[in-house]
């Protein structure tokens, strides 16, 4: 497994760069990574400002684990480029480029940031969910690590109205995590906009880690928990990633392609995903 993949993005909470008493809380949220926003959470008049504040707030370091990220505004914004050139040798994990329509924006950026932070790439235009499949071919070269739905933008853009379900986003989520797939990258699950229903936030979890997604972005605190819980595996899940690997382990299975366990037949490919979902409960676990 990819040291990409085995790092847990269950929950990646957006917090604006202007609010200074959000940026010293995130410090002690159980949040896998935490999001200084640049872009929507930030008025126009305190743009700058902003990006002061999380440049301040990285240099200060008492991150633990959590992956430090930083959304720029967009390119075609009048503080794209100053948020790409501040943050270059800033010390953070990735820079999420919002908005991005196709390839050339990921290069643009590299080529601005130098080698340093790995890109995450927010999906909310049609052009971009069009231009999935190259900009997620440009993964080695441009070191695009995540792909990330933005619902809100792509809902403003295909005129539709999502609701609960999600159902007219549902061929975009696929494509979403189907184009991360075959790129070796993370598929992050856009944000939900309820706070203060607690099942209906745990509804939205679920629902993106049946679809396949590593993890979600989220817009408060009280939604880490759910996302934390429904994109870790279970104890029942590890426990049976054991025993197939156990198996695989015999001696007297050792040329086989599938064996019986549980009462169901397994194969190889199965023995695969068992030592993968081992892996990432271990990277869960040593982050605790």
Excluded: Y
Aim: proline share 5%; net charge negative; hydrophobic share 50%.
């Amino acid at each position: 497994m990819s040291a990409v993949a085995a790092r847990p993005r269950r929950s990646a909470l957006f917090l604006p760069a202007s609010n200074q008493r959000a940026l010293a809380k995130s410090r002690t949220l159980d949040c896998d990574a935490v999001i200084l926003d640049l872009e929507d959470s930030v008025a126009p008049a305190v743009k700058r400002d902003a990006r002061e504040a999380a440049l301040m707030a990285l240099a200060a370091g008492d991150w633990g684990a959590r992956e430090r990220v930083v959304r720029a505004n967009g390119a075609d914004s009048d503080w794209g480029a100053g948020d790409l050139a501040a943050l270059r040798g800033a010390p953070l994990d990735a820079v999420l480029l919002p908005k991005v329509d196709g390839p050339d924006m990921l290069r643009a950026a590299r080529a601005t940031l130098g080698q340093g932070p790995a890109l995450w790439a927010m999906i909310e235009t049609c052009a971009g969910v069009t231009a999935l499949r190259s900009i997620a071919a440009t993964a080695r070269e441009t070191g695009l690590a995540a792909l990330v739905v933005g619902p809100n933008d792509l809902a403003r853009e295909l005129r539709c109205t999502p609701g609960e379900d999600r159902a007219p986003l549902w061929p975009i989520l696929t494509e979403v995590v189907l184009a991360a797939r075959l790129a070796g990258i993370v598929a992050l699950d856009g944000v939900t906009n309820v706070i203060d229903d607690a099942a209906a936030v745990e509804r939205a979890c679920a629902q993106g880690a049946r679809w396949g997604f590593d993890g979600k972005t989220l817009i408060h605190p009280a939604q880490i928990h759910a996302a934390n819980r429904a994109f870790a595996p279970s104890t029942e899940a590890v426990a049976r990633a054991e025993r197939i690997v156990a198996a695989f382990a015999l001696p007297e299975h050792d040329a086989l392609g599938a064996i019986r366990i549980d009462g169901e037949m397994v194969e190889r490919l199965h023995l695969a995903e068992a030592e993968r979902l081992i892996a990432f409960d271990r990277a869960i676990q040593s982050r605790q």
